[in-house]
């Protein structure tokens, strides 16, 4: 199912108490689904019971965000502020489409500037400086957002390491015990654990995409990058300086846009599941993983195209365009069809 631009996204309350309290979707579809939930068996067998409570995450957790189960500190001025800026979201047009109209007719000033907006040019083609949010959004943000995070928190990273809450005695504990078994890096093999070495949440300043997409973050305490799985070395001063980005669980509508576009050289994007080689796509044997083999098959673990999530997008920007390098994190635009 291609973009529709002028779906409605409900508003949510950035600051999420417990995981009983969230309430991310539309009251007609909570209906629904919780409706399908009563009419199954009373007493039912185990493939029920796990389907109940796949119905019951996707009430309660549509996008397969981190649970939070501690109180995160309730900011009344941040929460206003925060409150207005999903108003404006809410009354205005995204700034970015998925890909541009077709058309036989436009001239060529007009497709460059429907290539600006493109999510799929930009994200192919690593152009990470021209993503961002409405510009009401960004006045609002600048305006007051930022006055009161510095007033408060001092600054944006200690805002964040708060509002993140990654466990402070968990260093401590990896050091004394020589930090065996745990990875110096960012991976998706199993081995690092939600909330404790990484947060799944939706940006509270999302960038103004299309209104059926939802704009998640992925924090994480270590490192994302290493640097021994660089094909090359132009590779890892690419990521350096411009940045990483891509696409995964592609549908065969957008890998026919990205080739219509020009932007499929070689064919080498083919929809799911072709586009999936095991654990690293397109590594054979005795090759380097690639830098961002990790956050790709995190993405399509995560976000499963079995479970209705499909053509996502993603990015970590260089260094020159993170809020906080502190902290990493790579950005992921998710959609949902089903």
Known sequence: MLSNPTQQQPTINPFLKTQRTITRTPTHERVAKTSRITEMNSA???QQQQQQQDETNNINNPYN??????????DPDLFR??????????RSPPRFILF???SDHSTKQQQEEEEERSLIHIISRTQ?????????????????????????YDSSCLYLQQRLNFPLHLENKLNKDGGRGQPAFFCADGRLQDRRDYRVIRNEWPYAIPRDYQHIVVWSRLP?????QARTSA???????????????????????????????????????????HHHPGVRGGERAGLDAQIRAFIRTRWPYSRGFSDLLWF?????????PQLPHFHVFVKKTT
């Open 224 to 228: 994302l990058l290493d640097p021994s």
């Open 100 to 102: 541009p109209p077709s």
């Open 128 to 152: 990470l400086d021209r993503l961002g949010r409405l510009a009401d959004s960004e006045q609002l943000y600048f305006n007051e957002f930022s006055r009161i995070i510095k007033l408060k």
């Open 235 to 277: 590779e890892l001063k690419q990521a350096h300086h411009q940045g990483l980005s891509g696409f995964e669980n592609l549908s065969p509508e957008l890998v026919d846009r990205l080739t219509q576009a020009g932007l499929n050289p070689d064919l080498k994007l083919t929809p799911f599941p072709a586009q999936i080689i």
């Open 65 to 74: 965000e981190t649970p939070s189960t501690e109180p995160f500190n309730i």
């Open 81 to 90: 502020v925060l409150a207005k800026n999903q108003a404006i979201i809410a």
């Open 316 to 324: 970590l920007n260089p260094v020159h365009l993170q809020s906080c």
């Open 44 to 46: 039912p067998n185990h």
